[in-house]
């Protein structure tokens, strides 16, 4: 993905020229950035006061705006597993990847239409973005937590024999069931302690029954036997069992309870494939309605904010650069050297500053007005 810088400057004799002198600098031999003209319509300009307390509000809705573009695309990473590619396939803006949206930039009249004031598109923005942003909420909470219950049947079902769930490596037929007297225990025995166990097992405790025991699943560092004693002993075989590293761990064969497991994970499983795909097809649409209204955020920002600089009639030039990366310092230079002459307060400023009594809404200050975009909206480490 990519940075942009969104500037603007006030027309000279055309706003061609604005944008050729521009150009020249930062393009020509130097290759200090990549430009694309910035195409905004003819907005409604309002009174200064109302353009000046719209320039407020425009800071505060990019910043809201952004954040929702990257929960969005951040969820849809969620969702994918972080698989790059996939992710990356599907975070678009109408179709078309964002580097390219950006650059080829063109005002939508269906959604925004310019026969509205500046104010009312940003209104207009703002509640979309909300429902957005709450339709999220909503839909992320149901999926995680069907993704939630499942991860945790599954972890029951994955790990050391000491902690996980014993139901799917046992059958009715290991047991002893329903006998007044007989009980039937599974014990965790170390791989080292095999021989150990088939020893002494039966002399552990009075009252276990002989060659009861059967080694019913392994994993890499233990193995799980059961054994059939008299109800009466349990107490003491298990004492005796964990003096020898023996582990008897608490279980009851129970076919309704198991039964019911493996449905809830069955549902789970099921829920959890159907909702996968109308979700990722509902963050796709809005990931590109939100990240389409972030951009007329932008475009409404350098609007307001050139009327403010540079007066009316309104006449300036907004234009896009990509930077080179080795050379963002060389480009700052040069459009600094380019628009020096633009800073009204006296003070020449060429680096990043917040000036106290300056109403910009913006904390980084230039003699000309400038916004960054950045499409770089997942970090892929």
Request: glycine share 4%; net charge neutral; proline share 3%.
């Amino acid at each position: 993905m990519a940075e942009f810088w969104l500037i603007s400057a006030p027309g000279e004799k055309t706003c061609q020229q604005t944008w050729d002198r521009m150009n020249a600098a930062t393009t020509h031999a130097n290759n200090l950035s990549t430009n694309n003209k910035f195409t905004i319509p003819d907005l409604k300009v309002g009174t200064l006061d109302v353009l000046v307390g719209l320039s407020d509000e425009l800071g505060k809705l990019d910043s809201f705006v952004e954040s929702v573009v990257k929960k969005v695309a951040h969820y849809m990473a969620d969702v994918l597993e972080d698989s790059r590619d996939k992710v990356l396939e599907n975070l678009l803006a109408n179709g078309i990847d964002l580097v390219t949206y950006v650059t080829r930039f063109q005002w939508d009249m269906a959604k925004y239409p310019i026969k509205q004031s500046p104010k009312n598109i940003s209104e207009i923005i703002s509640k979309q973005v909300t429902q957005i942003d709450n339709d999220l909420k909503a839909r992320a909470s149901a999926y995680n937590n069907i993704k939630g219950n499942l991860q945790s049947l599954e972890r029951k079902n994955a790990g050391s024999l000491l902690t996980r769930s014993l139901a799917d490596l046992v059958k009715k037929e290991d047991f002893v069931l329903d006998s007044e007297y007989l009980t039937t225990l599974l014990v965790v025995v170390p791989k080292t302690g095999y021989a150990d166990w088939e020893k002494s097992y039966e002399t552990l405790s009075e009252m276990v029954v002989p060659r009861s025991s059967t080694l019913l699943f392994e994993d890499q560092d233990s193995g799980l036997f059961n054994v059939t004693l008299f109800q009466k002993a349990i107490d003491d075989f298990r004492l005796k069992a964990r003096e020898n590293k023996f582990i008897v761990r608490d279980f009851q064969y129970n076919e309704d309870e198991l039964k019911a497991d493996k449905e809830e994970m069955t549902r789970l499983s099921s829920d959890k494939k159907k909702q996968f795909g109308p979700l990722v097809r509902w963050l796709k649409v809005n990931f590109s309605e939100t990240f389409i209204a972030w951009i007329h955020i932008k475009a409404l920002r350098v609007f307001t904010e050139s009327v403010l600089r540079y007066g009316l009639p309104v006449n300036f030039q907004a234009m896009l650069l990509q930077p080179n990366k080795k050379n963002t310092k060389k480009l700052r230079e040069a459009l600094h050297e380019l628009y020096k002459h633009l800073d009204s307060s006296g003070v020449i400023i060429d680096a990043p500053m917040d000036i106290p009594g300056l109403n910009l809404s913006q904390q980084e200050y230039y003699p000309y007005v400038y916004y960054k975009i950045d499409c770089s909206l997942i970090d892929f480490k």
